[in-house]
């Protein structure tokens, strides 16, 4: 970036501005900040942890750093721009909140701050252009770059309107993606409620919540899966990742698809509960349903569902804590005895046990749609970002 002159421009610019970003130096528009040192505990205090900016509570648990400990930290204001300068990650934070960063960890974290208050855009450009900045740090065993560097390379940096524009723009996109990601957090949790209380609880033979016309049907019955599966084990077969040769069909271990292979040995809607290498707790996606045509390593057990709905089965299995089944710690193991003697809550009616599973799938298809649109939505920031900036490779 030798060119004092040198202009580049994204690809997409807003219609009033027509002029390209001129290249120039980091401290011509944002400047150090000498941050004020304090010993209190009204703050959040942050610590690396070797992952950039984290809370006290997370790193050290419930206990707080008070005034009787007798530590200082460093008095961030809102909306300023930290980075970490001893660590290669290249990641900038534009904090909302004040903060103050504590010296027990000892790791250096410069704070600075556009000159017109622009430190939105400022955080986005340096994160676009990470890689290339990562370039001008110094040292061998531990990079560096000091705050004083930072402020002399080279960046491409637009009129202060537009920055506040494409923040303004970049802004209103991170609200829209976090009001998203809240509904489908409360779909989430609207279902993980409602699997409580459409299965009977430990000890007891009714569900909290049945559908009208079964409130007068028999009790639930409580079932081992050996008595209401066939198991399929017999016929996985692993293949070493050496040996894979990449194909059009899923290969599932013990928590899901782990690659894509070339043949198949199930054509037909199958439940796979991890054997190994999986997680038993209670909500941790024991158990999951294949269809279509696939192949199965043996760190999962293969069930036909015969005497109870499959989706109903899948949905207890994971909302069920089968903990107490597993055995050994190296690794630990659902063995397949123990997988047969797992009691499952059964309604007598094929209906009963239908109605309860559409009801759960019309969930995860609500689910899955508002996944889908927070994934479209964040790929359409990243898009977006990509127009608004130009590219740190100057095509």
């Known amino acids: 970036m030798k060119d004092q002159h040198k202009t580049l421009t994204p690809k997409l610019r807003f219609p009033e501005f027509g002029d390209g970003w001129l290249e120039r130096p980091l401290g011509t528009v944002a400047t150090e900040f000498q941050a004020k040192s304090t010993i209190q505990d009204e703050y959040e205090v942050l610590t690396s942890a070797r992952i950039g900016l984290m809370k006290q509570v997370d790193y050290y648990g419930e206990g707080r750093i008070t005034e009787r400990d007798n530590v200082g930290f460093n008095i961030i204001p809102a909306d300023y721009l930290t980075y970490r300068s001893r660590t290669?990650?290249?990641?900038?934070?534009?904090?909302?909140?004040?903060?103050?960063?504590?010296?027990?960890?000892?790791?250096?974290?410069?704070?600075?701050?556009?000159?017109?208050?622009?430190?939105?855009?400022?955080?986005?450009?340096?994160?676009?252009?990470?890689a290339s900045i990562g370039t001008h740090s110094v040292g061998t065993s531990q990079r560096v770059l000091p705050i004083s560097k930072l402020l002399r390379i080279r960046l491409p940096i637009p009129s202060p309107a537009e920055q506040r524009k494409i923040a303004a723009c970049l802004t209103s996109l991170d609200e829209l993606l976090a009001a998203e990601g809240r509904k489908l957090e409360a779909l989430r949790a609207h279902k993980k409620g409602l699997m409580q209380q459409l299965f009977p609880r430990k000890g007891e033979s009714h569900p909290r919540l049945r559908f009208p016309e079964f409130r007068d049907a028999p009790e639930w019955e409580e079932k081992e899966i050996g008595d209401i599966c066939e198991i399929?084990?017999?016929?996985?077969?692993?293949?070493?990742?050496?040996?894979?040769?990449p194909g059009p069909y899923p290969y599932y271990g013990a928590s899901g698809i782990v690659d894509f292979v070339d043949n198949f040995i199930?054509?037909?809607?199958?439940?796979?509960?991890?054997?190994?290498?999986?997680?038993?707790?209670?909500?941790?996606?024991?158990?999951?349903?294949?269809?279509?045509?696939?192949?199965?390593?043996?760190?999962?057990?293969?069930?036909?569902?015969?005497?109870?709905?499959?989706?109903?089965l899948e949905n207890y299995l994971t909302m069920a804590d089968v903990g107490p089944f597993?055995?050994?710690?190296?690794?630990?193991?659902?063995?397949?005895?123990?997988?047969?003697?797992?009691?499952?809550?059964?309604?007598e009616s094929e209906d009963e046990q239908q109605q309860i599973a559409a009801c759960l799938s019309s969930l995860d298809a609500l689910i899955a749609a508002q996944s889908r649109k927070l994934d479209g939505l964040q790929a359409h920031k990243k898009g977006l970002m990509q127009q608004l900036f130009p590219s740190p490779e100057g095509d």
């Open 326 to 347: 597993i055995t050994g710690n190296a690794p630990p193991k659902l063995t397949l005895a123990k997988l047969k003697s797992i009691p499952v809550p059964v309604p």
């Open 88 to 130: 290669d990650d290249g990641r900038f934070y534009f904090n909302h909140n004040t903060l103050g960063i504590t010296g027990i960890i000892s790791v250096y974290y410069p704070v600075f701050h556009s000159v017109d208050g622009s430190n939105g855009f400022l955080a986005t450009l340096l994160n676009r252009f990470s």
């Open 266 to 312: 199930f054509d037909e809607r199958l439940l796979l509960v991890g054997e190994d290498g999986a997680k038993w707790g209670a909500f941790e996606k024991t158990a999951f349903i294949a269809e279509g045509k696939y192949w199965v390593n043996n760190h999962a057990h293969v069930l036909r569902c015969v005497k109870v709905n499959d989706t109903l």
């Open 232 to 245: 399929l084990n017999g016929r996985r077969i692993p293949i070493s990742s050496s040996d894979r040769r």
